[in-house]
């Protein structure tokens, strides 16, 4: 009996953090960060607000989770279409497409690369991004590369990874993804000449 109440709490609890992080999602998309109160959120999440502070400490806190589920969301579309391939640069390629299909989930451009580095600060962003899917990015340019520096490693995934997030943010807007798809295809490719030995 213990064990059935112990698996409805976990239950429980975990329908209570989705359904926070979703109606907060949605808001944030909506309104953006600063427009969007901790009120509307546990109204359309349907708890209370002491629901919302036993889950997280703050605003923050929830756009911190939401903007981390974005990522993950993001870093396994990206798996999935590299995983399997085997050589590096096509494994670049397709991920650079996943990359750009994956962003335009409506408000994930703005989760990401907007509001994410405005209310957590670039460095937050940062730091997930390489915990996720920027760590895939420069496995495959130390793979496709291979005798490179580490820190002109690191600095190299940075630049590409700029690279992405305007194309992205471009795309997001309206744009037309193939010539941005044409454009990463070439910096990837003039990345790997520069960078074989």
């Known amino acids: 009996m213990q064990q059935i109440k112990h698996r409805t709490n976990e239950a429980r609890t975990a329908a209570t953090r989705a359904a926070l992080i979703g109606a907060a999602r949605t808001l944030f998309v909506e309104k953006g960060y600063g427009e969007t109160g901790t009120p509307e959120i546990v109204a359309a999440a349907n708890v209370t607000r002491g629901a919302l502070y036993h889950h997280f400490a703050d605003k923050a806190d929830l756009f911190r989770a939401v903007v981390t589920a974005e990522a993950?969301?993001?870093a396994e579309a990206i798996d999935r279409a590299t995983i399997p391939v085997a050589a590096p640069r096509t494994a670049l390629i397709e991920g650079t497409g996943a990359y750009f299909a994956a962003m335009t989930v409506p408000g994930r451009a703005r989760l990401l690369l907007l509001d994410?580095?405005?209310v957590l600060?670039?460095?937050t962003m940062a730091e997930l991004d390489r915990s996720l899917g920027g760590a895939t990015l420069r496995q495959g340019l130390a793979e496709a590369m291979r005798r490179v520096d580490p820190v002109e490693l690191d600095a190299l995934a940075d630049c590409l990874s700029a690279a992405f997030d305007r194309a992205a943010l471009a795309i997001a807007g309206g744009a037309d993804p193939a010539?941005?798809?044409?454009?990463?295809?070439r910096l990837i490719d003039a990345t790997l000449r520069t960078g074989r030995p």
């Open 72 to 74: 993950a969301a993001l």
């Open 116 to 118: 994410g580095p405005a």
């Open 121 to 123: 600060g670039p460095q």
């Open 179 to 185: 010539p941005y798809c044409a454009a990463i295809t």
